[in-house]
C-alpha cells in the first residue's frame, strides 16, 4: 500500500539559509509521481515541485529542489535561501501511475511546519 | 483563469446538525476530489470523481456523509448528521484529465473550515 512518511513534525531555519523537509514513501508501483505542496496559514494548498519515478535529474522550481534518491525511497525537498514567507506546512504527497488519463489516488504526509526566523 | 472555488469558508454549527460544502473545480477539469484535513494533519482522501462518477468513495463514511457530483462539474459534499469529530477543513481539489502535462499536479480550492459545537 501506499505510504507518505515526513518525519518532521516542525522545523526552524534562519532567513536566508537554506533547509531540508524529509520525506520517504513506500510503494509497490513502479510508476509514480512524487509532489511538494506548501500550505500557508491562509489555507490553500500551494503546488511547488514535481518528480516522476523515471526521471534521471532531481526536479528543481526556482529556489526548491526536490533530492530524490529513488534506491532509498526518498524525496527531500531543499529550500534555498529561506525567506520569511516561507514559513507554512510542507506536505510531501505521491501518486500512484503515471498515465495522464484516467483518475489516481494522491495520498499526503502528516507534513512539516517550517518557521524562518528574522 | 479562475482557480477552485469552495463555499462556505467557514461553517459553525451544533452536532447532529446538517451541513453542505459545495466546490467549483476550474473549468475543464474532469476529476475533482474532496479531502478532510484535520488540524496538524495532512489531507484525507474522501471521495474523487472522474466526471460525474464517484470512481472511490471507500473513505467516506456513507452512515452521514453523501456526495454528488451532477452534470460533472460542480460538487456538493454532505453531513448529516453532523458529529464533533467533524470538526476539519474540507479541501476540494481537480485536475485535468488526458492534459499531456507532465505533473498532473491537484489543484485545490481555499477550503470549507467546519467547526462543530
Known amino acids: 500500500a501506499q505510504k507518505i512518511t515526513q518525519t518532521q513534525p516542525g522545523m526552524f531555519v534562519q532567513e536566508k539559509e537554506a533547509v531540508t523537509l524529509d520525506c520517504t514513501y513506500d510503494t509497490s508501483d513502479p510508476s509514480y509521481g512524487l509532489f511538494w505542496y506548501k500550505q500557508p496559514s491562509s489555507g490553500e494548498m500551494i503546488f511547488l515541485i514535481y518528480q516522476g519515478s523515471y526521471d534521471q535529474q532531481n526536479a528543481t522550481e526556482g529556489r526548491y529542489s526536490l533530492n530524490f534518491q529513488k534506491a532509498r525511497k526518498s524525496a527531500n525537498l531543499v529550500i534555498s535561501a529561506s525567506q520569511l514567507g516561507d514559513s507554512a506546512m510542507y506536505f510531501c504527497?505521491?501518486?500512484?501511475?503515471?498515465?495522464?488519463?484516467?483518475?489516481?489516488?494522491?495520498?499526503f504526509g502528516t507534513g512539516t511546519r517550517l518557521k524562518v526566523l528574522a | 483563469e479562475a482557480g477552485v472555488v469552495q463555499s462556505p469558508r467557514y461553517k459553525i454549527i451544533e452536532k447532529k446538525q446538517p451541513v453542505a460544502f459545495w466546490c467549483n473545480p476550474i473549468s475543464g477539469h474532469n476529476t475533482l476530489y474532496w479531502y478532510r484535513q484535520n488540524l496538524g494533519q495532512g489531507p484525507e482522501l474522501l471521495i474523487r470523481?472522474?466526471?460525474?462518477?464517484?470512481?472511490?468513495d471507500s473513505q467516506l463514511p456513507k452512515d452521514r456523509f453523501s456526495a454528488e457530483r451532477l452534470k460533472g462539474v460542480d460538487s456538493t459534499l454532505k453531513i448529516q448528521p453532523a458529529e464533533l469529530g467533524d470538526s476539519a477543513v474540507y479541501l476540494c481539489?481537480?485536475?485535468?484529465?488526458?492534459?499531456?502535462?507532465?505533473?498532473?499536479?491537484?489543484?485545490f480550492g481555499e477550503g470549507s473550515r467546519l467547526t462543530v459545537l
Open positions: 470523481y472522474e466526471n460525474e462518477e464517484a470512481v472511490d
Open positions: 481539489a481537480s485536475s485535468p484529465l488526458r492534459t499531456g502535462a507532465i505533473t498532473g499536479e491537484l489543484f
Open positions: 504527497a505521491m501518486r500512484e501511475g503515471l498515465r495522464l488519463e484516467g483518475t489516481y489516488k494522491y495520498i
